[in-house]
């Protein structure tokens, strides 16, 4: 409380001012505008703290979007170095399965055609030289030796023995005719099937290759619809952002607005009990 300097003037008088002592107890408007003035800082200090809390939240949701952004994207690149795997180790099984299928196939061949050299030739050929060896030892000791004994059975004989050797020469050309014709078409299937191995292997090569690439394309599909829903979400996110932004922005207007309110009636307060109202209210007592 402080003295006060009173105007007293008569009616048609100059005014004279003189000092008044202050009053011996508080007005009741400066103890308002205290209370108010406490209120109004309670009031500002809260505003402040959820302030705090908010941007604290806003950063909170910053960070978590970026820590989302950073997952997506170190799953994409596990998921790609994946594909990629997966595809290194089919061509490598693929080739590895051809390799040994390839060395079984011509080592079955090599085998069949050994065995054929081994187990079918020879004995034909022993029976071949045998063959010959009775004719030349019929012709040359036999023929004669019976035909000095008997000229006309030995005739009989030797026409029926030279039928019989005709015939069984027959038979024997036949039969290495039959093995020739054999050792062709073995030949020849053999010359076939190394040609259907060889397209097998071609469209095979051709269908992996097909393979390979529809592989490719699915996850070229599924990478562009990964790619798709990331940028999507991150252009959602910036969406989010900009609305919260925005929201933050209205918030902090109103917050800003409410301030300029409570400061403004915190100076009316101020003023109404310390400024010209106090003046005022002191005239009218006097």
């Known amino acids: 409380m ?75 690149r596990e998921e790609e170095a994946e594909a990629q795997k997966e595809n290194q180790e089919l061509v490598v099984m693929f080739e590895d399965m051809l390799a040994k299928t390839f060395f079984a196939e011509k080592k079955a061949l090599v085998n069949d055609v050994e065995r ?18 009775e004719v030349e030892q019929f012709v040359g000791d036999t023929i004669p030796a019976v035909v000095d004994k008997q000229s006309g059975i030995v005739i009989r004989e030797l026409k029926k023995a030279n039928d019989t050797f005709n015939i069984e020469n027959a ?71 900009r609305d919260e932004l925005k929201l933050r922005e209205k918030e902090d207007n109103t917050l800003l607005d409410t301030m300029l309110y409570a400061q403004q009636r915190l100076q009316a307060a101020l003023l109404l009990s310390f400024g010209d109202g106090a003046k005022d209210l002191a005239n009218d007592e006097g």
Do not use: C
Request: net charge positive; glycine share 6%.
């Open 2 to 76: 402080k003295p006060a300097r009173v105007e007293i003037a008569g009616p048609g008088s100059v005014p004279t001012y003189v000092v008044r002592a202050p009053f011996a107890e508080e007005p009741e408007t400066k103890r308002l505008g205290e209370l108010h003035e406490k209120a109004l800082r309670d009031e500002l200090k809260l505003l402040e703290e959820g302030t705090k809390q908010r941007n604290l939240q806003f950063y909170k949701a910053l960070q978590g979007i970026e820590k989302h952004g950073i997952a997506w994207e170190a799953k994409l």
């Open 116 to 133: 054929f050299h081994v187990e079918k030739i020879p004995p034909q050929e022993v029976r071949m030289g045998q063959t010959e060896d």
């Open 171 to 241: 038979k024997v050309a036949k039969r290495e005719q039959k093995i020739v014709s054999r050792f062709q078409r073995h030949t020849e299937r053999t010359a076939q099937a190394f040609e259907d191995e060889r397209a097998t292997r071609l469209s095979k090569f051709m269908l992996f290759g097909e393979e390979v690439g529809d592989r490719e394309r699915v996850f070229d599909r599924k990478e562009e619809s990964t790619v798709r829903l990331v940028v999507a979400e991150v252009a959602q996110i910036r969406k989010l952002l």
